[in-house]
Nanobody, 123 residues
Framework: HVQLVESGGGSVQPGGSLRPSCVRSKNISIEYSMAWFRQAPGKERDGIALIRSNSESTYVDSVKGRFTVSEDKAKNTLYLEMNNVEPDDTGMYFC??????????????????WGQGTQVTVS
């Protein structure tokens, strides 16, 4: 079983920066994928950034060039560097984990393990 704990959310002004993190409860020695999802008030939970154990990363268009997903494997920690944030970036940010390299940002049901979320407010 994998547990995920997010932190590092908060309130920030437009144009500012924030770096939420997600700590994974165990080291993983086989292929895996991790992702950040965002749920704005009254909206669906959508994937915004993904990284795999082979270092492949993917972003949705709305955050490309502004957000960077990275991982410190020694600390079992996933990060989301958020720069030049916009009011539309407001929402609850969740990290997700799945074994293997197949899970995508498109389908939430492909991800088995989720954190509890951390709130980001841009205003």
């Amino acid at each position: 079983h994998v547990q995920l704990v997010e932190s590092g959310g908060g309130s920030v002004q437009p144009g500012g920066s924030l770096r939420p993190s997600c700590v994974r409860s165990k080291n993983i020695s086989i292929e895996y994928s991790m992702a950040w999802f965002r749920q704005a008030p009254g909206k669906e939970r959508d994937g915004i950034a993904l990284i795999r154990s082979n270092s492949e990363s993917t972003y949705v268009d709305s955050v490309k060039g502004r957000f960077t997903v990275s991982e410190d494997k020694a600390k079992n920690t996933l990060y989301l560097e958020m720069n030049n944030v916009e009011p539309d970036d407001t929402g609850m940010y969740f990290c997700a984990f799945q074994y293997g390299l197949r899970a995508t940002m498109v389908t939430r049901s492909e991800w088995r393990y989720w954190g509890q979320g951390t709130q980001v407010t841009v205003s």
